[in-house]
């Protein structure tokens, strides 16, 4: 073990160095002079070390680099994700559309809906109904002209050549 010597008068610091008195300053280190007399250095500040470096510009570049090679397949992500949701959405549609058919389906098995549609659509009575068509003239259209046998036109084109004459005659 190593002993600490002693200062002057035998007493020693908190880290076990001398004591150093309050007494005058010793001789041999001389007194400081204020910063503007002749013959005291100048203080300047040490320049300081540039902070970008080699090894910093290489770590840029290669993070750069990364983001650049990463962007690519997170577009190609992000697009598939929307492109799923969609084909999700289109799928629902799909199911809520067979759901309705499948309803409609029911509702034709049932006798008394398929006698309904074709009484209402097809213009279907039962066996000793009267069957009434009402025709409405107050839309200003001209009535229906009366049954009757038609006569015979004659063959296609001799129609046709009558409609151009009958379009030229207008003129």
């Known amino acids: 073990m190593r002993q600490a010597s002693t200062g002057p008068g035998g007493q020693r610091g908190a880290r076990g160095r001398p004591a150093r008195s309050a007494g005058p300053r ?22 300081r ?19 650049m090679a990463y962007a690519y397949p997170v577009r190609v992500y992000l697009s598939q994700q929307a492109e ?11 199911r809520r559309h067979i759901g309705d058919l499948a309803d409609e389906r029911a509702k034709w098995n049932d006798d008394e809906y ?13 066996p000793g109904e009267v069957p009434l068509v009402v025709i409405d003239n107050s839309s200003g259209g001209t009535p229906a002209p009366a049954a009757s046998k038609p006569s ?20």
């Open 49 to 67: 070390p540039n902070r970008l470096t080699g090894r910093a510009t290489v770590l840029g570049m290669l993070l750069i680099g990364l983001l």
């Open 26 to 47: 010793s001789p041999a280190r001389p007194a400081r002079r204020a910063a503007g007399e002749p013959g005291t250095a100048k203080r300047t500040r040490a320049p």
């Open 84 to 94: 799923i949701s969609t084909l999700e959405k289109q799928q629902d549609a799909q």
């Open 152 to 171: 015979d036109p004659g063959p296609w084109y001799a129609q046709l050549w009558s409609s151009v004459r009958t379009a030229d005659a207008g003129r």
């Open 114 to 126: 398929v006698k309904a549609q074709a009484r209402s659509r097809l213009h279907y009575t039962l």
